[in-house]
């Protein structure tokens, strides 16, 4: 009986090997190299890489997205929404450093860095939320001719627009 089973499980161990791999190169040489994969297939990076995966190293596009701090947001303003932006804080531009901290000069706001304390938060005009409803619950910050979209919650700056 003992002996029945292993040459049972023998059997069909060896029947169903070349299976699975008539089964996988099947399915391999059916598969058409996609125009994500060339890339990859050309030497330019890891095999079944796709844009959106490949290394920094081997595409340019993701190398620029993996220097923006993740703390930024990229609101899809239109050069309209900016302009109101910039409009509604016509008379409102504090200076470029409002309050010199004690050791020297006021840290410059910058996209992913948080907002030192000498800087304060304003609100949002009703008509720039009306224009760009994303922005609601956001401050902004002025500093001369940029406006800075900030979260109020950890005051990070999570946007710049300039002129």
């Known amino acids: 009986m003992r002996y029945m089973l292993r040459t049972a499980t023998i059997t069909i161990a060896v029947l169903a090997a070349p299976t699975f791999a008539c ?4 399915a391999t040489a059916a598969k058409a190299p996609s125009a994500e994969a060339a ?3 050309t030497g330019g990076g890891p095999r079944e890489a796709t844009p959106q995966t490949m290394p920094s190293k081997f595409s340019a596009d993701n ?5 923006i701090p993740l703390a930024v947001h990229p609101f899809e303003l239109t050069a ?3 302009q109101a932006i910039l409009r509604s804080i016509g008379g409102n531009r504090t200076p470029a450093a ?17 907002l030192a304390d000498g800087y304060e938060l304003q609100d949002l005009s009703p008509d720039v939320i009306a224009q760009a409803p994303g922005l609601r619950g956001y401050k902004l910050v002025t500093v001369q001719e940029r406006a800075f979209i900030v979260s109020p919650d950890n005051r990070i700056v999570v ?5």
């Open 159 to 163: 946007a710049e627009i300039t002129k």
């Open 23 to 26: 089964a996988e190169d099947a």
């Open 80 to 82: 309209a929404q900016k």
């Open 39 to 41: 890339p990859a297939a």
């Open 63 to 67: 190398a620029a997205k993996d220097k």
């Open 98 to 114: 409002p309050a010199a901290l004690a050791g020297g000069q006021q840290p410059e706001p910058q996209p992913g860095a948080v």
